[in-house]
């Protein structure tokens, strides 16, 4: 299984966005998908899939559920697994209940990619989770503040870890202006850091993905032709072009990252 961060500096930049409809566009490619919702901000997801989990992470950690009990379907090829009051709280449980996920989790199977939503600005504990991932998206709109906080969160995992980074450059204008804010993030990376960033990807800024708030459904699903849902499907190719498609391996990989 491919483990697949999305994180940002800061919020409202787009992040859930792009995990729902890059989740749905692999998924139609055939893969199992399971998104985790580690966004503190929970309704978005819900609405866009419009479903309303009856439990979530939590319920693992407790005990009190098990993951099939857990883990919601949606129509649209992908499952979801709700993350209670946000990811940075599980990484910071208690022995006890600190095994009860890691069992829980351990039983997750059948699935090709796990995509992590999680909260924006990196936290401690929300670093472990995409220091765990096989994969960290890190989403950025062109906007000023939002690179300067996009620079800030690249900054806080590299300093844990030199690792590959992949941008994600959300709500452009023109390829001129993605462009730019690409190349202004990753010569800074480059010049300053320790690791790299390489951009995989940019998605326009089109009025017709709030519209698909409004009707509760994926814009990738109902605006498929759009520039923008093609972006996302060719990020989405991007990502698992080289991913054989099942590897357990991957999983027991990321708890033993996340939780040792
Ligand atoms: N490419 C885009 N073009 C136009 N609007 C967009 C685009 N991407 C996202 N949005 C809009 O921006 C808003 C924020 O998006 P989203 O909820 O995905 O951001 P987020 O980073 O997950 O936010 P939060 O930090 O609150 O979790 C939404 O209303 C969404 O419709």
Do not use: W
Not at 137 to 154: C, F, N, R
Not at 221 to 237: D, F, R
Request: hydrophobic share 40%; glycine share 10%.
């Amino acid at each position: 299984m491919l483990t697949v961060c999305v994180t940002s500096g800061k919020g409202g930049v787009g992040k859930t966005t792009v995990s729902v409809n890059l989740g749905i566009a692999i998924a139609r490619a055939g893969r199992r998908v399971l998104l985790l919702d580690g966004d503190l901000g929970l309704a978005n997801i819900n609405v866009m899939l419009d479903v309303r989990p009856k439990y979530n992470i939590q319920d693992i950690v407790t005990g009190r559920r098990t993951l099939e009990q857990v883990i919601t379907p949606t129509t649209y090829g992908i499952d979801l697994l709700a993350g209670a009051t946000g990811i940075a709280e599980l990484a910071d449980l208690r022995e006890p209940e600190r095994q009860s996920l890691i069992r829980g989790l351990a039983g997750l199977r059948g699935y090709d990619v796990l995509i992590i939503d999680t909260g924006a600005g990196i936290g401690d504990n929300v670093i472990r989770f995409v220091l765990a991932s096989d994969e960290i998206l890190l989403v950025t709109t062109p906007h000023p503040t939002s690179l300067t906080d996009a620079y800030g969160t690249i900054k806080s995992i590299l300093a844990n870890e030199s690792r590959s980074i992949k941008l994600i450059v959300n709500s452009v204008s023109s390829i001129k202006d993605a462009r730019s804010a690409a190349e202004r993030l990753v010569g800074v990376t480059d010049k300053f850091l320790d690791g790299s960033l390489e951009c995989i990807g940019y998605i326009p800024s089109d009025g017709l993905i709030e519209k698909s708030i409004m009707q509760r459904k994926p814009h990738i699903v109902i605006n498929p032709s759009s520039s923008s849902a093609q972006k996302i499907q060719e990020i989405a190719m991007r990502l698992i072009g080289k991913q054989a498609a099942d590897s357990k391996k991957g999983f027991s990989r990321f708890l033993q990252r996340m939780f040792g």
